[in-house]
């Protein structure tokens, strides 16, 4: 994957390298003149030369390339791309011109730069290892005037031929000449086949659940410069909470998720409003909106609080997990201040912590536990009261701050009115109990389908109801269930 050929290939950076090129091959030539290693043959054209050659027909092709290639060094002066009239008789490579006099097309002078070069994987069979055969490097030294020398005219050579480049890039010219390390800051389009990649081989990993890889493409991509870790932290909160569980080194969601939101906090010294191409709310949040990673971490840490795991043993709350605690005191700094005071989701995941601590503290009560009695009773009472009262409280500015925001609010409350309950022994779990004795006591009474429709004795009722006294329309009549036949024959 990092073996494609991301080469950056702009336009200040072509220009940068062919003057560095060209600059030492100039000053190659300027020191070869100057020790005397150039071949005298090969010469720019003189008025003398030119003669000698046009009248000599020894050979009509050659000279007529010479005349050529005056022709074109006449022009490149007439441009100004050549240099000046003391130097055009100095000694100049045979094709060392910018343009090739042949061909007439731009020379290449970083091939140039390395055709000077002895490739050793083209020698290497012929090294001599024999150090009777070793003779001494040959080291000469030329004076500081002369060094000077040579960087002043390789300098006006190469400046000749590039006036009208840009300031950027002369300015890198310039420190390259002074031996100062240049830092070139790689383009945005050099990276950019790495996130494409990268990209791809974490998505595809994920859908196909294999976590092991989609950790190693996460964990690359956000250490790549430019990448923003708050627009993939939905990847590797689902990364982390597939391998978590598996593996110890590797933190939980809820470590990532709190580690973000304690790094990136939502108030920021710019506009972030003013950038159309980002989403401020999943991203990093705004001053009006909550950011969606600080909410998802508040929901994992109440899951974690809510477990049976980890009780707490030294906490005012026993028998409650010590990470309810630090949520509630770390949720009731963060509704101070904007953009979580506003923020009705966040009311509720407030509310929703003193319903659990409500629900542990007053089970309690619930297990008819004897040790369980006097002042800490008292004190038990007074605590799952207030938290109850809280809760309440947070409900309502979670109703207040926001109408888009439901829930079932109706149901709450019932739970908290039971909580309420358990304190003095009228929970709604004896209620059951209590329905099914009143039911085995009403299974011995006949029911109303065993009763016979005809005269039914009541002994006992006889002494009380008197059989000849008068009803209530003025009747005596006997008292009798249904009709009989003989009577109404009658």
Same mark, same amino acid.
């Given at each position: 994957?990092?073996?494609?050929?991301?080469?950056?290939?702009?336009?200040?950076?072509?220009?940068?390298?062919?003057?560095?090129?060209?600059?030492?091959?100039?000053?190659?030539?300027?020191?070869?003149?100057?020790?005397?290693?150039?071949?005298?043959?090969?010469?720019?054209?003189?008025?003398?030369?030119?003669?000698?050659?046009?009248?000599?027909?020894?050979?009509?092709?050659?000279?007529?390339?010479?005349?050529?290639?005056?022709?074109?060094?006449?022009?490149?002066?007439?441009?100004?791309?050549?240099?000046?009239?003391?130097?055009?008789?100095?000694?100049?490579?045979?094709?060392?011109?910018?343009?090739?006099?042949?061909?007439?097309?731009?020379?290449?002078?970083?091939?140039?730069?390395?055709?000077?070069?002895?490739?050793?994987?083209?020698?290497?069979?012929?090294?001599?290892?024999?150090?009777?055969?070793?003779?001494?490097?040959?080291?000469?030294?030329?004076?500081?005037?002369?060094?000077?020398?040579?960087?002043?005219?390789?300098?006006?050579?190469?400046?000749?031929?590039?006036?009208?480049?840009?300031?950027?890039?002369?300015?890198?010219?310039?420190?390259?000449?002074? *031996?100062?390390?240049?830092?070139?800051?790689?383009?945005?389009?050099?990276?950019?086949?790495?996130?494409?990649?990268?990209?791809?081989?974490?998505?595809?990993?994920?859908?196909?659940?294999?976590?092991?890889?989609?950790?190693?493409?996460?964990?690359?991509?956000?250490?790549?410069? *430019?990448?923003?870790?708050?627009?993939?932290?939905?990847?590797?909160?689902?990364?982390?909470?597939?391998?978590?569980?598996?593996?110890?080194?590797?933190?939980?969601?809820?470590?990532?998720?709190?580690?973000?939101?304690?790094?990136?906090?939502?108030?920021?010294?710019?506009?972030?409003?003013?950038?159309?191409?980002?989403?401020?709310?999943?991203?990093? *949040?705004?001053?009006?909106?909550?950011?969606?990673?600080?909410?998802?971490?508040?929901?994992?840490?109440?899951?974690?609080?809510?477990?049976? *795991?980890?009780?707490?043993?030294?906490?005012?709350?026993?028998?409650?997990?010590?990470?309810?605690?630090?949520?509630?005191?770390?949720?009731?700094?963060?509704?101070?201040?904007?953009?979580?005071?506003?923020?009705?989701?966040?009311?509720?995941?407030?509310?929703?912590?003193?319903?659990?601590?409500?629900?542990?503290?007053?089970?309690?009560?619930?297990?008819?536990?004897?040790?369980?009695?006097?002042?800490?009773?008292?004190?038990?009472?007074?605590?799952?009261?207030?938290?109850?009262?809280?809760?309440?409280?947070?409900?309502?500015?979670?109703?207040?701050?926001?109408?888009?925001?439901?829930?079932?609010?109706?149901?709450?409350?019932?739970?908290?009115?039971?909580?309420?309950?358990?304190?003095?022994?009228?929970?709604?779990?004896?209620?059951?109990?209590?329905?099914?004795?009143?039911?085995?006591?009403?299974?011995?009474?006949?029911?109303?389908?065993?009763?016979?429709?005809?005269?039914?004795?009541?002994?006992?009722?006889?002494?009380?109801?008197?059989?000849?006294?008068?009803?209530?329309?003025?009747?005596?009549?006997?008292?009798?269930?249904?009709?009989?036949?003989?009577?109404?024959?009658?």
């Amino acid at each position: 994957m990092f073996e494609l050929p991301t080469v950056q290939n702009s336009k200040r950076i072509r220009t940068t390298r062919k003057l560095r090129y060209q600059y030492i091959n100039a000053l190659h030539r300027e020191h070869a003149k100057l020790q005397g290693q150039l071949n005298p043959g090969i010469a720019l054209p003189t008025p003398e030369n030119s003669a000698a050659e046009e009248s000599s027909d020894a050979d009509a092709q050659r000279a007529s390339s010479i005349v050529r290639k005056r022709r074109k060094r006449r022009l490149l002066g007439v441009l100004g791309c050549a240099d000046s009239d003391s130097e055009l008789s100095d000694l100049e490579p045979q094709n060392g011109g910018y343009l090739d006099a042949e061909t007439g097309s731009h020379y290449d002078s970083e091939k140039e730069f390395f055709s000077r070069h002895e490739k050793p994987q083209e020698s290497f069979e012929l090294w001599k290892t024999d150090q009777h055969l070793a003779t001494p490097i040959v080291s000469r030294t030329i004076s500081y005037a002369d060094c000077r020398q040579i960087e002043k005219n390789a300098h006006r050579r190469t400046m000749a031929k590039n006036t009208h480049i840009p300031r950027t890039t002369q300015f890198q010219y310039s420190a390259m000449r002074n *031996g100062s390390e240049v830092y070139i800051p790689p383009s945005p389009a050099y990276h950019s086949i790495h996130y494409r990649q990268l990209s791809e081989l974490l998505q595809t990993s994920i859908l196909h659940r294999k976590w092991e890889n989609a950790y190693r493409c996460f964990s690359i991509l956000i250490r790549l410069p *430019g990448v923003d870790i708050r627009g993939l932290w939905g990847a590797g909160a689902a990364i982390l909470d597939a391998l978590s569980p598996s593996t110890k080194d590797i933190g939980s969601t809820t470590d990532f998720l709190g580690w973000l939101s304690s790094i990136y906090t939502s108030r920021s010294n710019f506009n972030q409003s003013m950038n159309l191409s980002l989403d401020p709310v999943f991203r990093s *949040g705004s001053k009006t909106h909550s950011a969606k990673f600080v909410i998802t971490w508040l929901w994992e840490s109440l899951f974690e609080a809510c477990s049976d *795991g980890n009780p707490s043993s030294n906490n005012s709350y026993d028998g409650i997990n010590s990470r309810l605690p630090k949520l509630m005191e770390k949720i009731s700094e963060m509704v101070l201040t904007p953009p979580y005071m506003e923020d009705p989701e966040v009311w509720f995941i407030y509310a929703l912590c003193y319903l659990v601590c409500a629900d542990q503290l007053s089970d309690r009560f619930s297990s008819q536990n004897d040790a369980f009695s006097g002042l800490e009773k008292d004190i038990a009472r007074n605590q799952v009261t207030q938290n109850i009262t809280n809760a309440h409280n947070c409900l309502k500015n979670c109703l207040d701050k926001g109408d888009c925001f439901k829930f079932p609010h109706r149901f709450l409350q019932e739970q908290l009115s039971a909580f309420e309950k358990r304190l003095y022994g009228t929970t709604s779990d004896s209620r059951p109990s209590e329905e099914t004795k009143s039911f085995e006591n009403s299974s011995s009474e006949p029911s109303a389908s065993d009763l016979d429709t005809q005269e039914f004795p009541v002994p006992e009722l006889s002494s009380i109801f008197n059989e000849e006294e008068e009803d209530f329309f003025g009747r005596s009549e006997r008292v009798h269930f249904g009709f009989d036949s003989e009577e109404s024959s009658s």
